[in-house]
């Protein structure tokens, strides 16, 4: 299931969806120096692609995305979304900028409130953002499963009486139900086995064809990536160090992506396919 890269991408043609410039993120340390966990890093991204962030554990990748989410505040550089910067707008564009950025995070489940039905977490980022009318909730939660492929009697359940793979869907519906235009995936799938890994990259594929979506993956499985995004970035040490389409991700250059690579991918020669 490995994407086409967009035109606009590959030509770097147009106002790109998402552009991170120079951003930086320092972290005090208690002996008074500072982590640089994330140092210049820069990359576009355009409507209607994927684009995957790999790199070791703690290479800066989460704090990256929290950046963009804006749930960390970047110690310097710029992001932009639709070339408009984040964090500078106020009031309703401020609010639309949130609105058009939603997360899903490895469990996501855990954010849920276990005392909550499906509908309505489903629905509280509309209620959040007053966009909720009485008497709405089930049908809208009804359409949202429907979309990730779950029954609409999940509706009226509880968090503890799903699975991971239910739940990851659930958390997929809750992001969707904004609309936005960008999903990002902090290793949203990785907790879950391949075949309900599987089925969501599947449901994930389908719903950006429908919707025109943006998606921002970050994961360890590069063969994950490699399938769901059409260029990648690599991190090190807080730092991009390569990025690549990804159909060329196994010709890659640079010391660290092949050393990367070769701890994950196994090439079987009588087959000639790469395997997880
Ligand atoms: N709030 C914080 N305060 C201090 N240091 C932090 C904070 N958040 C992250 N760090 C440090 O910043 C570095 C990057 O962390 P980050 O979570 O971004 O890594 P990551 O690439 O997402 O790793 P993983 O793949 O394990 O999730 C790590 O050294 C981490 O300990
Ligand atoms: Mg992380």
């Known amino acids: 299931m490995t ?23 320092a972290f005090p340390l208690p002996n008074g ?14 409507r209607g692609e994927s684009l995957g962030i790999v790199g070791e554990s ?17 110690t310097s550089g710029e992001i932009y979304l639709d070339g408009v910067r ?7 564009e401020a609010r639309e900028q949130r609105r058009k950025i939603q997360m899903v995070f490895q469990d996501s489940s855990q954010a849920f409130d276990p005392r909550m039905t499906v509908a309505d977490i489903i629905c509280e980022p509309l209620y ?15 359409r949202y ?4 492929g779950l029954d609409g009697s999940f509706a009226k359940r509880y968090p503890h009486e799903m699975s991971g793979g239910q739940r990851q869907r659930v958390a997929i519906a809750r992001a969707l139900v904004l609309e936005p235009d960008i999903i990002v995936f902090d290793e949203a799938t990785s907790a879950l086995d391949v075949s309900v890994q599987d089925a969501i990259a599947k449901l994930l594929v389908k719903l950006q064809k429908e919707k025109n979506l943006t998606y921002l993956f970050v994961a360890h499985d590069i063969a994950f990536i490699r399938s769901m995004c059409h260029r990648v970035v690599v991190m090190y040490y807080g730092e991009v160090v390569e990025e690549v389409a990804a159909k060329h991700l ?9 050393k990367l690579l070769s701890a994950v991918f196994e090439v ?4 000639k396919r790469v395997v997880r």
Not at 86 to 92: L, N, Q, V
């Open 3 to 25: 994407l086409q890269t967009s035109l606009a991408a590959e030509a770097g043609v147009g106002t790109p969806i998402l552009e991170v410039k120079s951003l930086c993120k």
């Open 33 to 46: 120096g500072t982590l640089e966990a994330c140092k210049e890093v820069s990359w576009s991204l355009w």
């Open 58 to 74: 703690g290479c800066g990748k989460s704090t990256l995305m929290k950046m963009i989410m804006r749930m960390l505040e970047p």
């Open 86 to 92: 984040m964090g500078k707008a106020s009031g309703k």
């Open 128 to 142: 959040n953002f007053g966009l909720l009318k009485r008497g709405e909730t089930l049908a809208i939660a009804t």
């Open 145 to 148: 499963l429907d979309m990730v």
């Open 250 to 258: 196994t010709e890659a250059k640079h010391p660290y992506t092949r």
């Open 268 to 271: 079987t020669p009588e087959r």
